[in-house]
């Protein structure tokens, strides 16, 4: 059984920075490409990050670039999201996801987390 578990959410402070953390398990990890998502309150979820298997490539939403860096370390199969510089409006609940493909991860979710929230007090 396959397992995305996410972590490290929690209320900061503007301008402050977060960790998150996704362990997946049952699961070929350095085969899937993976990504976060995230959701605000009343909006849709949304991309805000991606890597490949090896960590070698990774994309952005433009409103994250220069704050937020997405990482991998495949011997502990888990996938990190550092938040910098944090605004009100990064408030929202993140999600990870796997993808068998990072070309088209954003159309092709094999699996999902159940999220973790993260709180921006301003």
């Known amino acids: 059984q396959v397992q995305l578990v996410e972590s490290g959410g929690g209320l900061v402070q503007a301008g402050g920075s977060l960790t998150l953390s996704c362990v997946a398990s049952?699961?070929?990890?350095?085969?899937?490409?993976m990504g976060w998502f995230r959701q605000g309150p009343g909006k849709e979820r949304e991309f805000v990050a991606k890597?490949?298997?090896?960590?070698?490539?990774?994309n952005y939403r433009d409103s994250v670039k220069g704050r937020f860096t997405i990482s991998r370390n495949n011997a502990k199969n888990t996938v990190y999201l550092q938040i910098n510089s944090l605004k009100p409006e990064d408030t929202a609940a993140y999600f990870c996801?796997?993808?068998?493909?990072?070309?088209?991860?954003?159309?092709?979710?094999?699996?999902w987390g159940q999220g973790t929230q993260v709180t921006v007090s301003s």
């Open positions: 996801a796997a993808s068998p493909s990072y070309v088209t991860l954003l159309s092709n979710i094999r699996y």
């Open positions: 890597i490949s298997g090896s960590g070698g490539s990774t």
């Open positions: 049952g699961l070929s990890f350095r085969n899937y490409a």
